[in-house]
C-alpha cells in the first residue's frame, strides 16, 4: 500500500521506530506481558465484536504493527485493562504511540478517516468542530458572564463542546446560572480559549496537542489564572495531568467536585426537585483515569425528591460510552456501548441517565436517537439537574 505521504508501506516489514516508541511511551513495561488475556475480557469492545489489545501491544513490541488496520484505532483509552493488567503494561501509551507513527504516515483508515480534518480544525479554529473561533463566547450572550481578570475566584474553562455545541451550550447555560447563584466570582477566556487538546493527543497529533496546550498555557499565565473550572474530564486530565509535562501546575476543578463544595459549605441550596430514579454514568476521565467517583453522588443526594439507582457497570467499572480517543470517529449501530448504556439505565428503571462529561452525553443523546418516546431515559448533565433544583428551589 501508498501512504498519503507517497511512501510505500509493506504491512509485513517490520517498523522498527514502532518498537522504539512504544519502548520511550511505555517504558519497558510490554516485555513482561505474559499473555494472560485479562485485557481483553475486560475490555467494552468484546461486548460488542471481537477485538484483542493484547494482539495489539504483541504486536508493537515486535515491530510487527499494521498501521493500515482498523485495529490501531479501536481503543477509546477507556482505561479499564491499564487498571486490570497484572504486569502494568500500558496499552493506551503503546496504542498512542503506534496512532503517532500512522499519523506520521498520514495513514488514517475506515473510521479514523475523520481525524485529520479534526486536527487541521483545531489547529486553524482551535476546536474541533471547525466553528470560528470568535465565536467562541456566542453561547454567553446576555448572561452578564465577564471575561476573566486576574483576582477573580473562578476561570471557567468552558470547553469546545460547551462553546459550540447546541446541546452542551445548555450545560455551560446552567453552569453560570450555578455559579451566579452561589456568588462565585468568575470569568471566561472567550475567543482566547483553546481545545484543551487532550483528545487529538490520543489520535497521535502530539504537535497540534503541544501548540494548543502552549496557547492554552500563555492565556492562563498572561491573566493570573490560578484556579480553572472545568465542565470537561478531558480538559481536567489535560490540565492535571497532561500540562505539568510542560512545567506549568494550575489548580483545577470539575465541575462535580465544585458543586459539592457549594452545597458542603452552603453556598448553593437545593430542594424540592420533582421525585426521579436517577442513575450516574461515571465518564472514564473523570472517574477511571482520575478517581473522581463520590463528588457528583454526593451532589445527587442532597436534591431531595431523586432517588439514586446503580447501574451493574459503575465506580471503577464503569461502561465506556464510546468517546475518549474514538470520540471523533463513527462506530456502527450494533457496536456502540452507549446503547448497552442506555440499556442498563432502562433495565434498572432510571428515569434520568445522569453523567458528567460531554462526550458522554453527546454519546447517549445520539443513541436516544431512533429510540421509542418513553422506551429511553433521559440523559442530563449533572449541572443540569442542579440548576432544575434552584428554580424548585425559588418555587413559592
Ligand atoms: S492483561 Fe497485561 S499481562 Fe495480561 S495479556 Fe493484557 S497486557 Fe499482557
Ligand atoms: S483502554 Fe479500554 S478500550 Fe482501550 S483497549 Fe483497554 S479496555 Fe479496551
Not at 472514564?284 to 463520590?294: E, F, K, M, P
Request: aromatic fraction near 8%; hydrophobic fraction near 40%.
Amino acid at each position: 500500500m501508498t501512504s498519503n505521504a507517497g511512501e510505500t508501506l509493506d504491512a509485513a516489514t517490520p517498523f522498527p521506530e514502532i518498537i522504539e516508541a512504544v519502548k520511550k511511551a511505555g517504558g519497558q513495561a510490554n516485555r513482561f506481558c505474559f499473555q494472560c488475556g485479562k485485557c481483553d475480557v475486560v475490555c467494552p469492545w468484546n461486548r460488542v465484536r471481537n477485538f484483542s489489545i493484547r494482539r495489539v501491544v504483541r504486536e508493537a513490541s515486535l515491530g510487527l504493527s499494521e498501521i493500515e488496520l482498523d485495529e490501531v484505532w479501536r481503543c477509546t483509552t477507556c482505561g479499564t485493562c491499564p487498571s486490570t493488567c497484572p504486569r502494568g503494561v500500558g496499552q493506551i501509551e503503546v496504542g498512542v504511540a503506534i496512532r503517532r507513527i500512522a499519523t506520521s504516515y498520514d495513514v488514517f483508515p475506515g473510521a479514523a478517516r475523520s481525524v485529520p480534518a479534526v486536527g487541521a480544525n483545531l489547529a486553524l479554529e482551535g476546536n474541533p468542530l471547525g466553528q470560528p473561533r470568535g465565536e467562541r463566547d456566542a453561547w454567553a450572550k446576555g448572561l452578564g458572564v465577564k471575561p476573566f481578570a486576574e483576582g477573580m475566584e473562578l476561570l471557567y474553562f468552558v470547553g469546545c463542546y460547551g462553546s459550540y455545541d447546541p446541546r452542551m451550550q445548555k450545560v455551560a447555560v446552567a453552569t453560570v446560572k450555578i455559579l451566579q447563584r452561589a456568588g462565585v466570582d468568575f470569568g471566561i477566556l472567550g475567543s482566547d480559549e483553546s481545545c484543551c487538546g487532550e483528545s487529538i493527543r490520543k489520535t497521535g497529533h502530539e504537535a497540534v496537542f503541544r501548540t494548543l496546550a502552549k496557547h492554552n498555557i500563555k492565556a492562563f499565565v498572561d491573566r493570573g489564572v490560578k484556579r480553572i473550572l472545568v465542565s470537561s474530564p478531558h480538559c481536567y486530565h489535560a490540565f492535571k495531568n497532561e500540562y505539568p509535562e510542560l512545567m506549568v501546575h494550575f489548580e483545577v476543578v470539575h465541575v462535580a467536585e465544585l458543586l459539592a463544595e457549594l452545597v458542603a459549605t452552603g453556598r448553593l441550596a437545593l430542594r424540592r426537585a420533582p421525585p426521579q430514579k436517577v442513575t450516574y454514568h461515571d465518564p472514564c476521565y473523570l472517574g477511571r483515569h482520575n478517581g473522581i467517583y463520590d463528588q457528583p453522588r454526593r451532589v445527587l443526594g442532597t436534591i431531595p425528591g431523586l432517588a439514586l439507582v446503580e447501574m451493574p457497570d459503575h465506580h471503577a467499572g464503569s461502561l465506556c460510552c464510546g468517546g475518549g480517543g474514538r470520540i471523533w470517529m463513527d462506530t456502527p449501530k450494533g457496536e456502540r456501548f452507549a446503547d448497552l448504556r442506555l440499556a442498563q439505565a432502562r433495565a434498572v428503571g432510571a428515569d434520568v441517565l445522569v453523567t458528567s462529561c460531554p462526550y458522554c452525553i453527546s454519546n447517549f443523546e445520539e443513541s436516544r436517537l431512533g429510540l421509542e418516546e418513553g422506551d429511553a431515559p433521559e440523559v442530563k448533565d449533572l449541572t443540569e439537574l442542579v440548576a432544575a433544583a434552584l428554580d424548585e428551589a425559588e418555587a413559592p
